[in-house]
């Protein structure tokens, strides 16, 4: 706790009040683009009628509040960094959901796009609204899974008055237990582990779909690449674990820029991965591009009131 005050300390107010400008600014920026995407997606019903489209305004949405969440929790760091444990639990548990989701949505879309290029004729049968909607409620229990375990460590660990002090909000000062420690290592790695081999499988098999079905080669092509762009994201997602292990080999070579470090990792790790969302699905999307484009242009229908045959006879006739 003593080296984080210091850390803070010795952080001079131009470069906190740089940091905060920027990290604001992105975030501010990331959520009025998913913004604009969620607008379109419950503007027109084919979308929330479309398993692919529900599955991946989830994760706009996930984006949206993950975003918002570290944003704070970053400003807080610096403003007020010493909050009320119970208040700090919540946002480190919503915080950890929405950190746990996003592998778990990208899994389920790349499996739904896997079924759709290998499976075309199983596809609405497999793929329903009422099934997604399901779907989307397990990963977020799942994803409230470690939160909550978490929560029950500290409680298991710390008297009930622990919840009603003060404290740095960060995860590795509240859940400093062993116990926390071993259980992030065993949840990391089934996570990743299970991503991973969900994500090589799916676009193994659109490879070979895509070799083998030449008139569906243009569908099982984009399948392909949005896979690999899913990968893409998990890969700098995952950064995030293997950050601790960077610290410790970086910020004794610079421990000058030790501040600079830390603010790079959380760029890196928790605000470039929000913004590869956007352009997986939307941008890329013809259908959605081409929605989105329309209510952005606002082009409104010009309705002129023609005079009614009565209204002829009228003038015609005046008494």
């Known amino acids: 706790m003593n080296s984080t005050i210091n850390e803070q300390a010795i952080v001079t107010f131009e470069e906190m009040l740089t940091k905060n400008l920027i990290i604001i600014f992105l975030g501010i920026t990331i959520n009025s683009i998913n913004g604009m995407f969620v607008f379109t997606f419950f503007l027109n019903s084919t979308f929330y009628n479309d398993p692919r489209y529900i599955l991946y305004i989830h994760l706009v949405i996930n984006d949206m509040i993950m975003t918002s969440v570290t944003v704070l929790l970053h400003v807080l760091s610096y403003l007020l960094p010493i909050l009320n444990v119970s208040f700090c639990c919540i946002f480190l548990i919503t915080a950890s959901a929405t950190h746990k989701n996003t592998p778990l949505t990208l899994a389920a879309m790349a499996t739904e796009r896997y079924i759709a290029v290998c499976k075309p004729l199983h596809h609405p049968q497999v793929c329903t609204v009422r099934r997604t909607r399901i779907l989307i409620g397990l990963i977020w229990g799942v994803g409230l899974i470690p939160g909550v375990t978490d929560l029950i460590i500290v409680t298991a660990t710390q008297p009930l008055s622990f919840f009603s002090t003060v404290a740095l909000c960060r995860a590795s000062y509240i859940y400093n237990t062993i116990y926390h420690i071993e259980k992030n290592k065993a949840v990391q790695g089934i996570y990743m582990l299970f991503v991973w081999m969900v994500l090589v499988f799916t676009y193994c098999k659109v490879l070979v779909a895509a070799r083998k079905v030449s008139t569906n080669a243009i569908s099982a092509r984009k399948a392909q690449s949005t896979i690999l762009l899913h990968g893409a994201q998990l890969l700098l997602c995952m950064l995030s674990y293997i950050t601790p292990i960077i610290d410790l080999i970086v910020v004794p070579l610079f421990p000058a820029y030790q501040s600079q470090i830390f603010f790079s990792h959380y760029l890196l790790t928790n605000i470039i991965p929000r913004l590869l969302t956007p352009l997986i699905y939307g941008v890329r999307d013809q259908k959605f591009a081409a929605q989105m484009k329309a209510n952005l242009s606002c082009k409104f229908r010009v309705v ?16």
Do not use: F, G, R
Request: charged content about 30%; cysteine-free; glycine content about 0%.
């Open 304 to 319: 002129t009131v023609e005079p009614t045959q009565l209204n002829k006879k009228t003038n015609e006739n005046p008494k």
